[in-house]
């Protein structure tokens, strides 16, 4: 289940990562998502600011798992057993730095023992497979922030541990909870601290996957550039490991 095709690609669109800072008023920009489309909610969150500062980062390879169609929802779990892990990543305009409300932000990762949904046993393992199971994505509020619940990945043959992201706009939200059309305007890859990731490896069911793991100095794909390259900025939700982590980053984008 080794992402072969994962040999970087050529930079397709310029993308930007930008600091994001501490709570302050947000600012608000485009049309406010479709009331029943699920999006960032006010839920407490505090608001996230964007500095005017924008630092140019490379896209990450699409990898051979991906597919189309899948479910618009901010829970994207489906009862799969692993840590929690509460992503908000926000979507900026690459030339103002202004947040982009209402883009589709889309991801999708291996389970604790590295197996993507659709692709069930590739990493050696037997479960059920829905084909959807830690699949999905949600629209960015006034803000550009996208809240997502999954649970920390895990890894597979030749690759660290990582999630894949889309970013795209002009979606059409289709009945069946998924969506169609829109411009795709990012696909990256989100990295995961060594340190964090060794601790959440020992906890079960992670410690019962038997593949030898890829760290991030020895992939493929990460660059070892932190966060212009996609790395999470991780904080505990918790006094234990398995209490879970938040992770936020803010991806710029070419509109």
């Known amino acids: 289940m080794t992402d072969t095709s994962d040999a970087r690609t050529p930079i397709g669109r310029r993308t930007v990562l930008v600091a994001t800072g501490a709570t302050a008023a947000a600012l608000a920009v485009g049309a406010a998502a479709r009331p029943d489309a699920p999006t960032a909610e006010a839920d407490g969150t ?6 005017a500062v924008c630092t140019l980062t490379k896209e990450m390879t699409e990898g051979p798992y991906y597919l189309d169609g899948q479910y618009v929802r901010a829970d994207i779990t489906e009862g ?3 840590i929690p892990l509460k992503l908000a990543l926000t979507v900026v305009d690459d030339d103002t730095c202004v947040p982009i409300s209402n883009a589709l932000v889309e991801l999708w990762h291996a389970d604790a023992l590295g197996e993507y949904s659709g692709f069930v046993g590739n990493n050696g393992h037997t479960e059920p497979d829905s084909g959807t199971f830690l699949r999905g994505g949600v629209l960015t509020n006034a803000s550009g922030v996208a809240s997502i619940t999954t649970v920390y990945p895990g ?5 660290c541990v990582h999630i894949h ?3 795209h706009t002009n979606v059409t939200l289709t009945s069946d909870g998924s969506f169609t059309g829109g411009q795709e305007l990012h696909t990256g890859q989100l990295f995961f601290d060594e340190t964090i990731t060794t601790a959440v490896a020992r906890v079960s069911p992670y410690s019962t996957n038997r593949v030898t793991r890829t760290t991030l100095a020895q992939d493929s794909i990460y660059d070892d550039a932190g966060a212009a390259s996609g790395l999470l900025t991780l904080t505990a939700l918790g006094s234990s490991t398995s209490s879970g982590y938040a992770g936020t980053l803010t991806l710029g984008v070419e509109r």
């Open 165 to 167: 992201v889309k970013v």
């Open 46 to 51: 505090a608001p996230v600011t964007v500095a």
């Open 80 to 82: 799969k057993a692993g």
């Open 155 to 159: 890894w597979y043959r030749g690759r």
